[in-house]
């Protein structure tokens, strides 16, 4: 199956090199565990819980240790270039890649890819009242590659403020899925992420800008867009230009799909509701032939859950709830989505992408672990509409063509 990186959209990888996935499907190693009476939302129950367990005997099949890591300082024909989903995976200089919850921005000056996301190389502690696992704010980590394999540390491009506890990125509060695009108009790199305080009821975006892809990004306010509460969100630049931020409200009840201004910067008026009732978070939207697609998980917490797929012929809908897109390995592991959340869907080539995930470690945020895998479109016959596939493999890698 050859990949060549899409030219079309503002939202692909828009590189020079052509790549391809290395074919071949490996299934999942299994894992033994005591066969439980009853159903089979039993024995995914049971392995859910020995994954969140960390005493559990089974936790290095979820969280390998650092000698099995990806490390592109080795140049080793065996493992260069390929992605071990669940694997720890190091920079150029050797440390753990601190990224979580984040995406991937081409950007064309420069010619490189850079992929943002929560840097969480702290202590993970128990918020008082909630008693639910975090860490305090750090900032938001920035790395760089041409290949989307080796990454360099850019360094923190938004930092937390040390003084002010007034401000929304004390460390004492909250900041998650940090998202970049570019905004040609203004000349400004954009990140939106979503801005909390130590209880989650603050539900807010925050917007900050840079003149630079590696920052320093200076940060603007927080708001609550269209006056809804704002939890789980990301950003979807449109090949018109135009740039979306898509987020979860109503206690999660609901994604709301706002237009934004022309600087990036504010939501417009123009906002729909979509999903309504379905209790979904982090969302990953991308678009295929007209049509869009968002991945979207279920609200459990730190622990993993059923992953679905969802289609509209109008980014402002109405969606239509297609599925659980995961295909091979086991059952279980397909109901927890390998055991890892959504963050993003990175274009590749047209019908082809690859799906960014989190694997959390609630016990050790900093050791949550990142699972990309292969995402494909595929027209269907007999059928309105198309096929969403994402495919399990233990290792798999991008192939530079020879042609």
Request: charged fraction near 25%.
């Amino acid at each position: 199956m050859e990949i060549v990186f899409a030219e079309s959209s503002s939202s692909s990888y828009k590189g020079n090199q052509e790549l391809r996935i290395q074919e071949g499907y490996e299934e999942l190693e299994e894992i033994q565990i005591p066969q439980p009476r009853g159903s089979h939302s039993s024995e995914a129950n049971m392995l859910i819980d020995e994954f969140l367990d960390k005493s559990s005997k089974l936790r290095h099949n979820f969280f390998p240790d650092k000698r099995t890591s990806i490390d592109p300082r080795k140049n080793t024909k065996d493992d260069s270039f390929y992605y071990y989903p669940g694997r720890i995976w190091l920079d150029t200089d050797g440390h753990p890649i601190q990224a979580h919850g984040g995406g991937i921005l081409y950007d064309e000056k420069s010619r490189m890819s850079y992929w943002y996301g929560e840097y969480k190389n702290g202590p993970t502690y128990r918020a008082p009242g909630k008693n639910v696992a975090r860490v305090d704010i750090i900032g938001v980590g920035c790395y760089s590659s041409k290949d989307l394999w080796t990454w360099k540390n850019e360094g923190i491009v938004l930092a937390e403020e040390e003084k002010n506890e007034a401000h929304d990125l004390h460390k004492s509060k909250v900041l998650e899925r940090p998202k970049v695009i570019y905004n040609e108009k203004t000349g400004k790199y954009v990140m939106w992420m979503h801005i909390d305080d130590a209880n989650y009821t603050k539900a807010s975006v925050g917007i900050a800008i840079s003149n630079s892809p590696t920052g320093p990004f200076r940060y603007l306010y927080s708001k609550r867009p269209h006056g809804f509460e704002s939890r789980d969100m990301t950003l979807f630049k449109d090949e018109d230009g135009r740039a979306y931020v898509i987020y979860s409200s109503v206690h999660n009840r609901e994604f709301h799909i706002g237009l934004l201004d022309e600087d990036y910067v504010d939501v417009t008026n123009v906002m729909s509701r979509v999903l309504l009732g379905q209790y979904r978070e982090s969302p990953a939207l991308f678009k295929y032939h007209g049509t869009y697609y968002m991945i979207t998980s279920g609200c459990s917490g730190w622990a993993p859950n059923e992953v679905l797929a969802n289609v509209a012929e109008s980014i402002m809908g109405p969606w239509e709830t297609i599925g659980n897109p995961c295909i091979g390995a086991n059952k279980v592991f397909r109901v927890t989505t390998f055991f890892a959340q959504s963050t993003y869907v990175l274009p590749i080539s047209p019908g082809s992408f690859i799906f960014m995930a989190d694997r959390w470690n609630p016990d050790d945020l900093g050791e949550s672990r990142y699972v990309w895998l292969p995402l494909t479109v595929e027209e269907v016959a007999d059928s309105q509409q198309p096929r969403v596939s994402i495919y399990w493999h233990k290792r798999w890698k991008l192939l530079k063509s020879q042609a």
